[in-house]
């Protein structure tokens, strides 16, 4: 069974910090996704990493992807409160049974920026 | 340009009462999935489905049928609503890995209360 873990769980910072989130996973596999959530809202996708050491830069966030240490990173540079939200990471596990795919999730990292 | 809509933003339902979520999609995904989001807990997967009149469970199954007659629609049934199954309960669409990057669609929510 895949467990992915996140942390931290609760993230608070202020405005102008760096900071990372990290997310470990139990078992191979090819793509990780990270989402973010608004509060009441629905997932956003903000990075699909596809391959061992991808890295993607969107704006003061930075995603990485380290397959054989099954861990992948997002990375907040200067932040500002506008990213307060819950961040999501999630792996991609094979269903063997129709070759298909299903996404299981962290726990998710709460995260509050103080001016 | 909406991709994956949800029957209801808002339900309230009492307990011992028959519930349908319904979810539709218009991108000819094969794979559906339902996913309910509790404070603390993340995502769990509910129930998914690769193809029609096709379903297998999830992480929490129990509590929750599903039907797919048709490709586009895939609905979450609760047949006899209890108070632990209030939550936030998200559809999702992807099309199977081999069609190249599968990226996963995610419905608005339905916020589900029941009394």
């Known amino acids: 069974e895949l467990k992915v873990e996140q942390n931290p769980l609760f993230l608070s910072m202020q405005e102008g910090k760096n900071y990372t989130i990290y997310c470990n996973y139990s078992?191979?596999?090819?793509?990780l996704y990270w989402y973010r959530q608004d509060p009441g809202k629905s997932l956003e996708s903000l990075f699909v990493?596809?391959?061992?050491?991808a890295v993607k830069q969107e704006g003061r966030l930075m995603a990485s992807l380290d397959t054989k240490a099954r861990l992948s990173t997002l990375h907040i540079t200067a932040a500002v409160h506008d990213l307060s939200a819950t961040y999501f990471c999630?792996?991609?596990?094979?269903?063997?049974?129709?070759?298909?795919?299903?996404?299981?999730f962290g726990k998710g990292t709460k995260l509050s920026v103080i001016p | 340009d909406v991709k994956v809509t949800q029957s209801s933003r808002y339900l309230v339902k009492r307990t011992g009462e028959k519930v349908f979520l319904e979810c539709v999609q218009d991108?000819?995904?094969?794979?559906m999935f339902w996913y309910r989001q509790d404070p603390g807990l993340g995502l769990r997967l509910i129930y998914f489905?690769?193809?029609?009149?096709?379903?297998e469970k999830g992480d929490i199954p129990e509590g929750y049928s599903v039907s797919r007659e048709k490709k586009e629609r895939f609905s979450l049934i609760l047949e006899s609503a209890s108070t632990n199954q209030t939550s936030m309960y998200l559809c999702?669409?992807?099309?199977?890995?081999?069609?190249?990057?599968?990226?996963?669609?995610f419905g608005p929510g339905t916020r589900l209360t029941v009394l």
């Open positions: 999630a792996v991609d596990s094979a269903y063997s049974g129709a070759g298909s795919y299903q996404l299981t």
């Open positions: 990493l596809l391959s061992n050491g």
């Open positions: 489905s690769y193809d029609v009149k096709m379903k």
């Open positions: 991108m000819d995904h094969e794979n």
């Open positions: 999702a669409s992807n099309s199977p890995a081999t069609s190249g990057r599968p990226k996963y669609q």
């Open positions: 078992t191979t596999s090819d793509r």
